[in-house]
């Protein structure tokens, strides 16, 4: 059985970093796409980074030269590290597995939506403050 446990959240000053963990368990494999996706208040759950197993990443724009999103396979772990961090990136995180698939395309244009992937964590709040 697949599990997903977020981990590192927490408030943070703006233009500070903060990185997140995910700890994965009951999938080990090299076929998944993985990704990091938030959600504000009021507002639909997006995907901002995205990793899959040969290690391509993709970013949203929004976040691109501030987010790195890694896979340690040692400890079987996806982390988010997150930099520059402006008021507008706080939101609940979440971590996101797609198993026993090659890669995180979806269309040329767009990352892909929440219904894509069928395992999730229960979220850690992000709160970035002035």
């Known amino acids: 059985q697949v599990q997903l446990a977020e981990s590192g959240g927490g408030s943070v000053e703006v233009g500070g970093s903060l990185r997140l963990s995910c700890s994965i368990s009951g999938y080990t494999y090299n076929h998944y796409c993985m990704a990091w996706f938030r959600q504000a208040p009021q507002q639909e759950r997006v995907a901002v980074a995205l990793i899959d197993g040969s290690g391509t990443r993709n970013y949203a724009d929004s976040v691109k030269g501030r987010f790195n999103i890694s896979r340690d396979n040692t400890k079987n772990t996806l982390n988010l590290q997150m930099m520059r961090l402006p008021p507008e990136d706080s939101a609940m995180y979440y971590c996101?597995?797609?198993?026993?698939?090659?890669?995180?395309?979806?269309?040329?244009?767009?990352?892909?939506?929440?219904?894509?992937?069928?395992?999730w964590g229960q979220g850690t709040q992000v709160t970035v403050s002035s």
């Open positions: 996101a597995l797609r198993p026993n698939w090659r890669d995180c395309r979806y269309t040329p244009d767009r990352l892909p939506p929440p219904g894509f992937f069928g395992h």
